[in-house]
């Protein structure tokens, strides 16, 4: 069993942080306000969960955000009412300015609707945002985790559903009952819950944010590649890049990658990696003074 335990890293204790603190300052510098990260690993079987929130919150209580708040995101997603907190958590703490994001690499899922709750989005042309259904993790021993999405297991369990129940007399109904074995209805049920609280949270926070002049009907019409997989990206994992999100109204400002600015994202991008990547840590949340990450540990 795998167990996430958080640890605070004291600036001078970590050479690793020293290191990026450079960045982080040459990102403040630039931007005109404070900037943390919100790094979680592609590699172990973690996702966005309430702790992370808390995490986020002790950090945000130590710095002055009277000029805003800027957020690094990398994440695969995890829990919807999770981001929905950490949202709230990011526009209590940064009032009227608001927070503004920068997706360095990719922010599917949960971390997509983190990405919707802010006033901007800043990407480059090769930065990733994905569909808001959320998704499950499976491990199996010594395999990398499989990440598989909430809306395409629906579909899946629909879809054979229907062509049992629309087989003609002389077609045998077994080969479908035998593949519907492999589902628990009491959890398909929950997944349709758990997919319609995702799409309830993404429609609010951005008729609360960046969508606010228009209607909750048009906000779903205008976004319903980040709603419905198979509407555009046809998969889960299929990134929706910043241009396709900055034509359905929403304040993404797109970065060229060659420009100075970016390479010091993509710098703190890539040591920011290299440090989750090793050692077991699972996921880190820092700023330029303070640092947490969670380590794996396996019991």
Same mark, same amino acid.
């Given at each position: 069993?795998?167990?996430?335990?958080?640890?605070?890293?004291?600036?001078?204790?970590?050479?690793?942080?020293?290191?990026?603190?450079?960045?982080?300052?040459?990102?403040?510098t630039r931007l005109g306000k404070p900037v943390i990260a919100f790094f979680t690993s592609f590699v172990y079987p973690v996702s966005i969960e309430d702790s992370d929130a808390n995490m986020l919150e002790e950090v945000l209580q130590r710095l002055d955000?009277?000029?805003?708040?800027?957020?690094?995101?990398?994440?695969?997603?995890?829990?919807?009412?999770?981001?929905?907190?950490?949202?709230?958590?990011?526009?209590?703490?940064?009032?009227?300015?608001?927070?503004?994001?920068?997706?360095?690499?990719?922010?599917?899922?949960?971390?997509?609707? &983190?990405? @919707? *709750?802010?006033?901007?989005? %800043?990407?480059?042309?090769?930065?990733? /945002?994905?569909?808001? $259904? =959320?998704?499950?993790?499976?491990?199996?021993?010594?395999?990398?985790?499989?990440?598989?999405?909430?809306?395409?297991?629906?579909?899946?369990?629909?879809?054979?559903?229907?062509?049992? &129940?629309? @087989? *003609?007399?002389?077609?045998? %109904?077994?080969?479908?009952?035998?593949? /519907?074995?492999?589902? $628990? =209805?009491?959890?398909?049920?929950?997944?349709?819950?758990?997919?319609?609280?995702?799409?309830?949270?993404?429609?609010?926070?951005?008729?609360?944010?960046?969508?606010?002049?228009?209607?909750?009907?048009?906000?779903?019409?205008?976004?319903?590649?980040?709603?419905?997989?198979?509407?555009?990206?046809?998969?889960?994992?299929?990134?929706?890049?910043?241009?396709?999100?900055?034509?359905?109204?929403?304040?993404?400002?797109?970065?060229?990658?060659?420009?100075?600015?970016?390479?010091?994202?993509?710098?703190?991008?890539?040591?920011?990696?290299?440090?989750?990547?090793?050692?077991?840590?699972?996921?880190?949340?820092?700023?330029?003074?303070?640092?947490?990450?969670?380590?794996?540990?396996?019991?």
């Open positions: 069993m795998e167990k996430l335990t958080f640890q605070k890293i004291a600036e001078e204790r970590s050479q690793a942080h020293s290191l990026r603190k450079k960045l982080y300052e040459d990102l403040e955000l009277s000029s805003g708040l800027v957020v690094l995101i990398n994440s695969p997603g995890g829990s919807a009412l999770a981001a929905e907190r950490i949202i709230n958590i990011f526009r209590s703490y940064s009032g009227k300015k608001q927070y503004e994001v920068i997706v360095p690499d990719k922010a599917k899922s949960a971390a997509t609707m &983190i990405c @919707l *709750g802010a006033s901007k989005i %800043i990407m480059s042309p090769t930065s990733e /945002l994905g569909a808001v $259904d =959320p998704q499950r993790v499976e491990k199996e021993e010594g395999k990398p985790p499989k990440w598989f999405s909430v809306y395409n297991i629906i579909s899946s369990y629909d879809r054979l559903f229907q062509k049992a &129940i629309n @087989l *003609g007399e002389k077609q045998r %109904i077994e080969p479908y009952l035998q593949q /519907l074995s492999f589902y $628990d =209805p009491r959890e398909i049920e929950e997944m349709r819950s758990t997919l319609s609280l995702s799409e309830d949270i993404t429609i609010r926070i951005l008729k609360t944010g960046m969508l606010e002049n228009l209607s909750k009907e048009e906000i779903e019409r205008k976004i319903q590649i980040f709603l419905v997989p198979e509407e555009r990206v046809k998969t889960h994992g299929r990134p929706i890049f910043g241009k396709e999100a900055k034509n359905m109204g929403l304040n993404v400002e797109i970065i060229n990658p060659r420009d100075e600015f970016w390479k010091i994202v993509r710098e703190l991008y890539v040591r920011l990696n290299d440090f989750v990547s090793c050692n077991n840590i699972a996921k880190c949340i820092e700023n330029k003074n303070y640092s947490f990450h969670a380590s794996i540990r396996l019991q």
